[in-house]
């Protein structure tokens, strides 16, 4: 798949569910409403939208939410993609807030899942409890262990947030290290309506690199994922370390993905509402449609996003919960 400025288009970070057990104030209203159940993806619908997506080039698949392993079964449907390995498809993975990591770790491991990222934005019980509004960082922790544990790498994101937990990145690149896993810092976007002050707590990565070095010899390395981060090896430690800079520092001429809602809407930017609605078609079991409302989709999809830091109010009323990370 190429889209109407030549970018190939070969990764879907795919939202399986919006809902979540847990409430980032950078993330979620507390109140929020979800999607009506009844307007979700079905495993069957959103198996045969993986299958054709793998035909018509993709590589990797992310899943991702809200938080992917609320929805019910889904380990299910982690086992029919993972079927995908192998056969077009080159690796499943997931984003995930880690607290469902010591039930589901092991069968992630053998539906095919190598590699997965937890989300995880401090290591103090009460922060957590405050930025999450849910007191789950043991949870966490122990779904860290257990998913190392399986044999599946991690790397842990965080959010930089000022004023939240900016002294404290330092000592989680650390504690992130002493476990041999890398780390990915990003810069808040001004998705959707949420209590915290996104400009008072905006933090140029550049900011937090300067911090880092204080402490850490960082060296510029050629490492790439599938995802944006640009790496820098930990000389110290042996690890690495990532940084998103959806802000600070543009990167959307390299962008390689597309984002599908648990609903089958398809957003070709997580900073524009630029979108095509693949439900109706897929439940019509129309082939030639589905690939032209894809063509439309690649054709309009947007240079880059516009996001500002300057600015206090989203650039979107959409959540990132909607589409994922
Ligand atoms: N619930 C899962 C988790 O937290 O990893 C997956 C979905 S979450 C929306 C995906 C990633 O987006 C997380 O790393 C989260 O910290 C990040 N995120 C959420 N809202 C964000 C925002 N407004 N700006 C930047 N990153 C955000
Ligand atoms: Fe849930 Fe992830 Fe959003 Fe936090 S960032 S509220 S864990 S979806």
């Not at 380990?75 to 029919?80: E, H, I, N, S, T």
């Not at 990532?242 to 984002?259: E, K, Q």
């Not at 809602?261 to 897929?282: P, S």
Request: glycine share 10%.
């Amino acid at each position: 798949m190429i889209d109407g400025h030549g970018r190939t288009i070969d990764y879907v970070r795919l939202s399986v569910t919006d809902r979540c057990n847990l409430r980032c104030t950078y993330c979620m209203a507390e109140d929020m409403v979800f999607l009506p159940r009844r307007d979700l993806l079905d495993f069957e619908e959103i198996e045969l939208l993986a299958r054709h997506l793998v035909r018509r080039g993709v590589r990797r698949i992310r899943l991702t939410g809200g938080e992917p392993l609320v929805r019910k079964g889904v380990l299910d449907l982690v086992a029919r993609l993972g079927c995908l390995l192998g056969d077009g498809l080159e690796e499943l993975t997931l984003t995930t807030n880690g607290t469902l990591l010591a039930e589901m770790s092991g069968q992630l491991h053998a539906a095919g899942v190598r590699r997965i990222n937890v989300s995880l934005d401090t290591l103090d019980r009460q922060r957590f409890a405050q930025l999450t509004r849910r007191d789950e960082l043991g949870r966490v922790l122990q779904g860290i262990d257990a998913a190392r544990d399986a044999g599946i790498a991690i790397r842990i994101n965080a959010v930089a947030i000022r004023g939240v937990n900016d002294d404290e990145l330092p000592d989680l690149l650390a504690w992130c290290a002493d476990r041999g896993m890398d780390l990915g810092l990003i810069e808040g976007m001004p998705l959707g309506d949420v209590a915290l002050d996104r400009q008072a707590a905006h933090l140029p990565l550049s900011e937090v690199r300067t911090q880092l070095e204080k402490r850490f010899t960082l060296v510029p390395s050629l490492h790439r994922t599938a995802g944006p981060a640009r790496y820098y090896d930990v000389a110290d430690t042996g690890t690495r370390v990532g940084f998103i800079t959806p802000l600070s520092d543009n990167f959307c001429s390299a962008c390689n993905r597309i984002r599908i809602a648990a609903t089958g809407t398809v957003y070709g930017c997580l900073g524009h509402d630029q979108k095509v609605e693949l439900r109706d078609i897929i439940r019509a079991g129309g082939e030639t449609e589905l690939d032209a409302a894809l063509d439309r989709l690649l054709a309009g999809k947007p240079l880059r996003h516009d996001f500002n830091a300057e600015r206090s109010e989203p650039a979107l009323s959409r959540h990132m919960s909607v589409t994922g990370g």
